[in-house]
C-alpha cells in the first residue's frame, strides 16, 4: 500500500507542479514576445532622442500592464534614458551590469534576468529585456520591463498556493540557485542549499524531471517533484510531507496492530 501512494501521490503531485510551471512559463514568454514585438517599434522614437523615447513609453499602456514594476528604455551603453512612471531620479542610471541587458545588447536576445534588489526601495525585481535593432542590425538600446516580487503579478500564485495541506512550492533560478519565491515567504532570496534538491536542479538541464522521496535540509523527509520552466531557466519544485502523504496508512497499521492484538487474546 505504502508503494501503490506513493506511486499515485507522485504522478498526481507531477501533473500538478507540471501545470503551475506550465502557467508560469506562459506569462514569462508572454512579457518576453511583447517586448521583442514593440521593441522594433521604439527605433525611430530612439533616434529622435529621450523626450521622444519617453512619449514612446507613455503611449504603450498594453505593455505596462504586463509589469507591475516600471518600462525603461537604455542606450547601447546601457544608461537609462527614458522611464515610466517617469522619475527623473532614475534617468542616466549605469544598468550595463545587469545580465539580461548584457544579453539584450551584446548577444541581441531577450532574456529573463536574476533576481535582485532594486534601489532604492530594496524591492526584489525581476527584470527583462528586448534588444532596440536599428537597420544595420545593430543593437543600438534596449527595451525592459521590470516585475516586483513585493507587488500583485502572476508569481503571487506560488506563495499563495499549497499543495495539500502541509506541501508547497519552490520557485528556483538554476543559473544562480537562488529562491526566487516560495509558499513559505521567508526563504526568498535564500540560496537554494539542500544537497538532492541541488543534485535535481543540475539533472534537470538535460530535462530530467521527476518526483521522488528525499529527506529534507531541515531533516522532514518529503515527496519532491521538478518541472522545468525554459522561458527563464527556472525550475518549479513541489513538495509534500510524507507524514501527511501516509497518514492513512500509519492510522490503518495502528488499526491492523490493535485488532491483532485483540484477536490475539
Known amino acids: 500500500l505504502r508503494k501503490d501512494a506513493e506511486r499515485v501521490m507522485g504522478e498526481q503531485q ?5 501545470i503551475v510551471a506550465s502557467q508560469l512559463n506562459r506569462e514569462l514568454e508572454l512579457r518576453l514576445d511583447a517586448l521583442r514585438k514593440v521593441a522594433p517599434r521604439a527605433v525611430r522614437s530612439f533616434q529622435q532622442g529621450s523626450a521622444a523615447m519617453q512619449d514612446f513609453l507613455d503611449e504603450h499602456q498594453s505593455l505596462q500592464m504586463l509589469f507591475n514594476g516600471s518600462l525603461f528604455i537604455t542606450d547601447a551603453d546601457g544608461i537609462r534614458v527614458a522611464c515610466t512612471p517617469f522619475s527623473s531620479g532614475r534617468i ?19 532574456l529573463v534576468g536574476k533576481l535582485i534588489i532594486a534601489r532604492p526601495y530594496q524591492t526584489p525585481v525581476i527584470a ?17 520591463g521590470v516585475i516586483e ?33 516560495a509558499t513559505e515567504k521567508a526563504r526568498v532570496l535564500s540560496p537554494l542549499e539542500d544537497r538532492f534538491s541541488i543534485s535535481l536542479l543540475e539533472r534537470s538541464r538535460d530535462d ?22 525554459p522561458a527563464a531557466d527556472w525550475v518549479l519544485f513541489a513538495s509534500l510531507p510524507t507524514a501527511e502523504m501516509f497518514a492513512p496508512l500509519y492510522a490503518m497499521q495502528r488499526f491492523i496492530l490493535l485488532a491483532t492484538i485483540i484477536l490475539t487474546m
Open 14 to 18: 507531477f501533473v500538478t507542479v507540471s
Open 92 to 110: 542616466g542610471n549605469d544598468l550595463s551590469d545587469r545580465d539580461y541587458l548584457q544579453n539584450a545588447l551584446v548577444g541581441g536576445k531577450a
Open 128 to 144: 527583462m529585456a528586448a534588444p532596440i535593432i536599428d537597420s544595420q542590425g545593430k543593437s543600438i538600446g534596449a527595451l525592459s
Open 149 to 181: 516580487l513585493d507587488g500583485p503579478s502572476f508569481l503571487d500564485q506560488i506563495p499563495e498556493s499549497h499543495f495539500s495541506k502541509t506541501g508547497g512550492y519552490l520557485l528556483v533560478s538554476r543559473a544562480h540557485r537562488l529562491i526566487i519565491t
Open 208 to 229: 530530467y524531471e521527476s518526483t521522488k522521496i528525499v529527506v529534507n535540509s531541515l531533516g522532514e523527509e518529503v515527496l519532491l517533484s521538478a518541472k522545468n520552466i
